[in-house]
T-cell receptor, first 114, second 115 residues
Framework: AQSVTQPDIHITVSEGASLELRCNYS??????LFWYVQSPGQGLQLLLK??????LVQGIKGFEAEFKRSQSSFNLRKPSVHWSDAAEYFC????????????FGKGTHLIIQP | NAGVTQTPKFQVLKTGQSMTLQCAQD?????MYWYRQDPGMGLRLIYY???????DKGEVPNGYNVSRLNKREFSLRLESAAPSQTSVYFC??????????????FGPGTRLTVL
């Protein structure tokens, strides 16, 4: 069965500093990977997705993620964070083959220090 | 184009009461989903509907029922609410669940407290 691990429950970053959120997946075939963001009191918004091709994908709000098959990772990055980036971030993998194919990690809570 | 909408936004119930959470999407998507979100647990799938007229259990279906009323609407019912059902509930929709490239779009959530 597929699984997603987000090793960091909480991360604190100073405003203006760079950010990297880790995501590791376990899935035998080609994974289809997503990052979602959940601002306080809001629903989940899609940041970016990887299906194939270039392993570095660009998303909204200045985020990017890099797919590394050898490390089974899909880490999310941003060069300079803003206070408005404080949120919960979820990585997810879709194995396809059915409507229940999307598996989420448990999330990383990002705190921005002024 | 509102995307996925959910009602109500907040609800407080007493143990044993029943209620229905409503979800609607205007993206002409085939599939709809109900998730619950609990601290430290991420999102867990309760039920889904791959297409109009079909529903299936997800990871945590006990205590819930669903109805796919039409292509737009998918409701979640708690027949006899329990404190363990205190959670935030999210509805989502997607176009083609049997494709690996399928992308789910989420509603704003319903925060439910059962006393």
């Amino acid at each position: 069965a597929q699984s997603v691990t987000q090793p960091d429950i909480h991360i604190t970053v100073s405003e203006g500093a760079s950010l990297e959120l880790r995501c590791n997946y376990s899935y035998g075939a080609t994974p289809y990977l997503f990052w979602y963001v959940q601002s306080p009191g809001q629903g989940l918004q899609l940041l970016l997705k990887y299906f194939s091709g270039d392993t570095l994908v660009q998303g909204i709000k200045g985020f990017e993620a890099e797919f590394k098959r050898s490390q089974s990772s899909f880490n999310l990055r941003k060069p300079s964070v803003h206070w408005s980036d404080a949120a919960e971030y979820f990585c997810a993998v879709n194995s396809g083959g059915g409507a229940d194919g999307l598996t989420f990690g448990k999330g990383t809570h990002l705190i921005i220090q002024p | 184009n509102a995307g996925v909408t959910q009602t109500p936004k907040f609800q407080v119930l007493k143990t044993g009461q029943s209620m229905t959470l409503q979800c609607a999407q205007d993206m002409n998507h085939n599939s709809m989903y109900w998730y619950r979100q609990d601290p430290g647990m991420g999102l867990r799938l309760i039920y889904y509907s791959a297409s109009e007229g079909t529903t299936d259990k997800g990871e945590v279906p006990n205590g819930y029922n669903v109805s796919r009323l039409n292509k737009r609407e998918f409701s979640l019912r708690l027949e006899s609410a329990a404190p363990s059902q205190t959670s935030v509930y999210f509805c989502a929709s997607s176009e083609a669940p049997y494709l690996n490239t399928d992308t789910q779009y989420f509603g704003p959530g319903t925060r439910l407290t059962v006393l």
